[in-house]
């Protein structure tokens, strides 16, 4: 028979490509989505991402924190893949209570259900992020392994952008971060993610409900909300150069990131809901690349063909992170997980989409306005 899935934030970007992948597998899907005018503006029927799966699933408009819609919506499920959240970073660190009450609130509600009732669900599985680890884990030639701690405002004001040995204060190499490394977020959101997923493996295992959690990297790819202006660094470029401005880069441009294209995220999320050794296991989800932000830039200006001026603006964000980029080894070895697609071919995927889209009006400088504001973005 058949498995029912419930996806929350299954409108979303990973979300969809989700739901579309199972529901060719023969899964019954069901989607919990609040259509969230960040993500698909204030008219869900323009809303490409909701398009996709309107129709295809089982929609209900509905919100995390709400426990009536976690009822309606938990009825004969069997499967719950618990995405539904705020992601930006940096609004994370003025948007406090929301973060929390969406991120953990929502999470906690679920739990709160699953525990007082009784339900077919069999599995949860859910979203966490990079953004646990704050700064990733590097090698320091005296130190060895070290977590460098969050970079200091009076260091970054002088350009000084690289992280130190948290001991020695000497330099320090970047290496892949493991599931084991330090767990020492640097944003509300990092937190909210944390807890999301520390909540859902002890209560999970209190009642016998099997939790997979995901901490995926940068996640990019055809259906990316290029509304959102807070989040997803790829959309927020296309976004600046489609509308002919100049793209200014925070810090000086060599900060790294680990992109992994989207059909490979939704792949590994479906290896941990149909497979055993996943349960109650956390896994990276990236590709162990690594690629700095300038090249980003450098590459969309070139596929959109359109001149650009790249300004790298010295500028910088509290609570952003220097470097990371996974060590997939877990998630390779347990679930026999590779990812398929290079930077260079998905973000090819990426800008051909794009071009296919009706690009709004930018309005990413009116986010940073917003953060200069609040004295986060110096
Ligand atoms: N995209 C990435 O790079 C990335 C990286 C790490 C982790 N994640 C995590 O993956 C998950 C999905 O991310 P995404 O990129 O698809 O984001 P997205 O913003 O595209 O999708 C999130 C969906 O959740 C919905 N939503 C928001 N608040 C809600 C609420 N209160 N109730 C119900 N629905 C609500 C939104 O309407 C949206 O459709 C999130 O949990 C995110 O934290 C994403
Ligand atoms: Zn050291």
């Given at each position: 028979?058949?498995?029912?899935?419930?996806?929350?934030?299954?409108?979303?970007?990973?979300?969809?490509?989700?739901?579309?992948?199972?529901?060719?597998?023969?899964?019954?899907?069901?989607?919990?989505?609040?259509?969230?005018?960040?993500?698909?503006?204030?008219?869900?029927?323009?809303?490409?991402?909701?398009?996709?799966?309107?129709?295809?699933?089982?929609?209900?408009?509905?919100?995390?924190?709400?426990?009536?819609?976690?009822?309606?919506?938990?009825?004969?499920?069997?499967?719950?893949?618990?995405?539904?959240?705020?992601?930006?970073?940096?609004?994370?660190?003025?948007?406090?209570?929301?973060?929390?009450?969406?991120?953990?609130?929502?999470?906690?509600?679920?739990?709160?259900?699953?525990?007082?009732?009784?339900?077919?669900?069999?599995?949860?599985?859910?979203?966490?992020?990079?953004?646990?680890?704050?700064?990733?884990?590097?090698?320091?030639?005296?130190?060895?392994?070290?977590?460098?701690?969050?970079?200091?405002?009076?260091?970054?004001?002088?350009?000084?952008?690289?992280?130190?040995?948290?001991?020695?204060?000497?330099?320090?190499?970047?290496?892949?971060?493991?599931?084991?490394?330090?767990?020492?977020?640097?944003?509300?959101?990092?937190?909210?993610?944390?807890?999301?997923?520390?909540?859902?493996?002890?209560?999970?295992?209190?009642?016998?409900?099997?939790?997979?959690?995901?901490?995926?990297?940068?996640?990019?790819?055809?259906?990316?909300?290029?509304?959102?202006?807070?989040?997803?660094?790829?959309?927020?470029?296309?976004?600046?150069?489609?509308?002919?401005?100049?793209?200014?880069?925070?810090?000086?441009?060599?900060?790294?990131?680990?992109?992994?294209?989207?059909?490979?995220?939704?792949?590994?999320?479906?290896?941990?809901?149909?497979?055993?050794?996943?349960?109650?296991?956390?896994?990276?989800?990236?590709?162990?690349?690594?690629?700095?932000?300038?090249?980003?830039?450098?590459?969309?200006?070139?596929?959109?063909?359109?001149?650009?001026?790249?300004?790298?603006?010295?500028?910088?964000?509290?609570?952003?992170?220097?470097?990371?980029?996974?060590?997939?080894?877990?998630i390779h070895n347990l679930l026999g997980f590779t990812p398929k697609v290079s930077f260079d071919e998905g973000i090819g995927h990426f800008a051909d989409w794009v071009n296919q889209q009706e690009i709004e009006k930018d309005n990413y400088e009116a986010s940073i306005a917003e953060m200069k504001e609040?004295?986060?973005?110096?």
């Amino acid at each position: 028979m058949s498995k029912n899935v419930l996806i929350t934030g299954g409108a979303g970007f990973i979300g969809s490509t989700i739901a579309l992948k199972l529901l060719k597998k023969g899964y019954q899907v069901t989607v919990l989505d609040s259509l969230s005018p960040q993500i698909h503006g204030e008219n869900p029927d323009n809303s490409e991402l909701y398009q996709r799966i309107k129709g295809k699933v089982n929609f209900i408009k509905g919100d995390v924190r709400n426990r009536q819609d976690w009822e309606k919506a938990l009825e004969n499920q069997n499967i719950i893949v618990h995405l539904a959240a705020e992601t930006g970073t940096g609004q994370s660190m003025y948007d406090i209570q929301k973060y929390v009450d969406i991120n953990i609130g929502g999470t906690a509600l679920l739990w709160d259900i699953l525990t007082n009732k009784k339900t077919a669900v069999e599995k949860v599985v859910v979203a966490s992020s990079r953004a646990i680890y704050g700064e990733g884990r590097y090698h320091c030639a005296k130190d060895g392994d070290v977590y460098p701690i969050e970079r200091r405002d009076e260091d970054m004001a002088k350009g000084d952008f690289e992280v130190k040995c948290p001991i020695c204060n000497g330099e320090v190499e970047l290496v892949g971060t493991t599931e084991d490394s330090k767990i020492h977020p640097t944003s509300t959101y990092g937190l909210t993610k944390h807890t999301q997923e520390e909540l859902s493996l002890m209560i999970g295992k209190s009642i016998g409900i099997p939790v997979v959690t995901y901490r995926y990297q940068n996640v990019y790819g055809p259906g990316q909300s290029l509304k959102n202006p807070y989040t997803g660094i790829l959309s927020i470029f296309s976004t600046i150069i489609k509308n002919g401005n100049d793209i200014n880069i925070f810090e000086d441009g060599l900060e790294t990131r680990d992109f992994v294209y989207i059909d490979d995220v939704a792949d590994a999320t479906i290896l941990g809901i149909e497979k055993e050794e996943a349960n109650f296991h956390s896994f990276n989800v990236g590709t162990g690349e690594k690629t700095d932000v300038l090249t980003v830039a450098k590459t969309l200006i070139e596929k959109y063909g359109i001149p650009t001026e790249v300004k790298v603006s010295g500028n910088y964000r509290l609570g952003d992170i220097r470097h990371n980029f996974a060590d997939i080894s877990l998630i390779h070895n347990l679930l026999g997980f590779t990812p398929k697609v290079s930077f260079d071919e998905g973000i090819g995927h990426f800008a051909d989409w794009v071009n296919q889209q009706e690009i709004e009006k930018d309005n990413y400088e009116a986010s940073i306005a917003e953060m200069k504001e609040k004295g986060l973005y110096k």
